[in-house]
């Protein structure tokens, strides 16, 4: 089951941009692609805690600010030789309104 | 006694004849070189990269004034040789006359104009030298210009495709029935018809030209069947005659061109001639190689060296980017000839062979071309081909049934095989330079000249550096961008310019991406040459910027930022440092005096940089930069107000430096510093631009480093006065924002263009002038402060404050 929450509007994000949604269990960082997709990732890098939410989005993915990991939207994985895999969360559009699950972070809490 | 040799012609044929003089017997004639052009010797078959933009002319200069001054070439450049007087021994030219003891006529060919109605109007031009090619790249220039090209051949095709690739409207107008009909059978004219309509060149064969029509200049040309094709711009590409004016008034033998004897030497044993001028046993000549081996001739002639030119097999290749095709032979159907065809119509190649007799006689490929010099090999040798006809199509490496292996065929090739078609230097002869030496392109290129003309078999040549040189040899690249292109940053500037692409999808379009929307490492690059070449037309799109760029802070590794205000030439005043100081307590900063005679805040959350900011606004400090490729600091000392050794005021000039120079946008990094002496405490020696202020002036320095590479400047010019030194410093950073590489500081900048250059392009007033206009341009957009733009309430809540804040706890 998915927890939904709003946390705001498309319009509230750059086009391969990002913004932060600040939680008691961490950061995440939503991102919006060229094609007005949205996507959420923690926005703490696995390698050493960059905010992901500053890196450059290309593609379906996020470059990291600090040592340009690259990771994949879709899996939270890092593309080529890296191995991190980063925590992603859903999000979806629903009448331009942004929903994002919050179910993952509350298990966070449970563990 | 050295004798007086005349050259009358510095083209790509007298220029090969001089190199071979000079090196066999330097210092053995006196030489004078005369030249319709205005100019010296240049590589004319690379003037159609040049057209397209892919080139610039700097780049395909083969002889410049250096080379000539040391060899003694006395250079008579836009002095037209108006007739020789044989029965004086001198030439004549407006400027009065010049004696020789030997004299060479190497005056090439004139394009053929048809004497159609209007073919002397305005507009109408041929394609023959630089100055068609500047014309037709002005032409170009003007939106929606429409160009007709006149003739379907090499020539033709490449006109079209250049003008093409620069914006045009461009129509081929072809009297034959299919493209290059002398170098390609029909199926292959089809597939380079249907590549070029592809790139909205709109072709007409077996069409006929009946006028040129026009009020006064070109308006458009007139079909024989009535159709009407509008055109600002003309080319005429149909053929070219020799230019034999000078010889035939001399009184030479001449038939279609100065007839020469295998020694190159025509009816006056005193004059010899060479190149696209002359007539040998009945041909005439039209591509660089015959000429190039006539060239050699002629340099042992002159030595009294006994050597004859012989007839060779030539092959043709068009420089069309992305267009490969290659012939060789003849490929003409007739009585007892047979056919190998291959094709591919899905990658779009095909091939074809002509046999006869167990002979390959001809071979026209298209779309893949890498055999052609193997088939070439073939043809020429006349090589009995029963035992691997099954095969053959296939190409070299096929042969044996060997694996595919791309090193194969060039390893699969014979010693005599040429590879350079242009300079007829053949495999066993690179293997030969190599072995003496020559251990990379530019030195193969230096020595037996192998991919020194047209190019097109520089990937060959690599090969055979590699096959040769083993593990030792990396095959060079221009290194692309990265992953999404297969283009160098050099070219991706230059086709920014050319094609005046002005948003970063019409580059990843037009260039060919092969991301959709780029990467971290070209998307910065790319946004950075947009905004320097089209200031007032490009927009910056902060989301093509790394993060300090795009929050206008330095990022640290725990996420908070650093903050620094500017301290023009590193001074200030107890105001600014109370500012700093109360804003460094409320936001808890760390304070850390820098290497760059300024103030850091570190430590500082991105919420509240907005509120640093405003409070570092108020008390009248703008942004340092310090996280920008753009203007960081410049150093100074104390100078002539304070210090007893000090000349100049170094201060105020370093101040004056910076406040012109601050918001610029660079490839990388730019530091300055300006010293009261040659003591040199602002450490000028080591700066991007570094002054050094004398008694008599400024000593401006460039290009010197203090990073992971440490170097002294150079010296680019010694100027009297404050203002010189500032439009000398700002015209040097402009011309290096115009044509560096993104993250080349300019040092390395400096390093690959040559600081000889630079002076050269900066001693130029007017030029200096324009590049300090252009900074203005960029000025004007550019020189904001981002702090000031970012403080409004609103802005600064999208851009720093959360999307959401979610109390979970609460939401379970
Ligand atoms: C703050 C400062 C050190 C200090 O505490 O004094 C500094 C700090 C940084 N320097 Fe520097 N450099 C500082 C003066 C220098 C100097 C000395 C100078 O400017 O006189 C040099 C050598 C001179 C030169 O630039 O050639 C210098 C050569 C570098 C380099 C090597 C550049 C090179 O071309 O080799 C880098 C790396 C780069 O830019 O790619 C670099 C990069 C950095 C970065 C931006 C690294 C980064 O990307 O995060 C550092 C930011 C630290 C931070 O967390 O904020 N820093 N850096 C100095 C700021 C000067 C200022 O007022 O703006
Ligand atoms: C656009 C273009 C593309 C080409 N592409 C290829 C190719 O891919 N492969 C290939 O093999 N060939 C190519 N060619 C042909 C090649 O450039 C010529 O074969 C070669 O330049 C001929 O050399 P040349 O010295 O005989 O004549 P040129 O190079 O034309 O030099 C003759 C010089 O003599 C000067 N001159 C003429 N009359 C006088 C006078 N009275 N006094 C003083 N100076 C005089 C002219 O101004 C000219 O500078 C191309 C040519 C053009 C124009
Ligand atoms: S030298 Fe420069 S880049 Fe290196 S740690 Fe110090 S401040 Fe950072
Ligand atoms: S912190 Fe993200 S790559 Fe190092």
Partial sequence: ?111 | MTQNLVVIGAGMASGRALEELFKAAPGAFRVTLFNSEPRGNYNRIMLSPVLSGEKSYEEIVTHDDAWYAEHGVETRFGEPVERIDRARKVVVTAKGETPYDKLVIATGSSPFIIPMPGHDLPGVIAYRDLDDTNKMIEAAASPGAKAVVIGGGLLGLEAAAGLRLRGMDVSVVHLAGHLMERQLDEAAGYLLRKALTERGIKIHCAASSKEIYGQGKVEGLRLEDGTEIPADLIVMAVGIRPNTAVGKAAGLAVGRGIQIDDQCVTSDPDILSVGECVEHNGAVFGLVAPIFDMAKVLAKTLLGEMDAYAPVEVATKLKVTGCDLFSAGDFAEGEGREDIVFRDPGRGVYKRLVLKDDRLLGAVMYGDTADGSWFFGLIKDGTDISEMRETLIFGPAFQGGQPLDPMAAVAALPDEAEICGCNGVSKGGIITAINAGAHDIGAIRGTCKASASCGTCTGLVEQVLGLTLGDDFVVPQAQPVCGCTDLSHEEVRRLIKARELKSQPAVWQELGWKSKDGCHVCRPAINYYLLADWPLEYQDDPQSRFVNERNHANIQKDGTYSVMPRMWGGMTTPEELIAIAEAAKRFNAVVKVTGGQRIDLLGIRKEDLPLIWKDLNDAGMVSGHAYTKGLRTVKTCVGSDWCRFGTQDSTGLGIKLEKRLWGSWTPHKVKLAVSGCPRNCAEATCKDVGVICVDSGYQIGVAGAAGMDVKETERLVDVATEEEAIEWSTAFIQLYRENAKYLDRPYKWVAKVGLDWVKEVLSDEAERKALNDRFDISQSVYQTDPWAALVTEEERKSWSAPLATVNLEAAE
């Fill in chain 1, 1 to 111: 089951m998915k927890t939904w929450i709003e946390i705001g509007s498309l319009d509230d994000i750059p086009v391969r941009g990002a913004r932060v949604v600040k939680t008691s269990r961490g950061c995440i960082a939503v991102f919006r692609t060229a094609e007005d997709e949205v996507h959420a990732l923690d926005d703490a890098c696995p390698h050493k805690g960059g905010p992901l939410s500053e890196g450059i989005v290309h593609g379906g993915a996020v470059t990291c600010p600090l040592h340009n990991r690259v990771f994949d939207f879709a899996t939270g994985a890092a593309k080529g030789a890296d191995s991190e895999v980063v925590a992603t969360h859903s999000v979806k559009i629903v009448d331009g309104r942004l929903m994002l699950d919050i179910t993952g972070l509350a298990a966070r809490n449970v563990a």
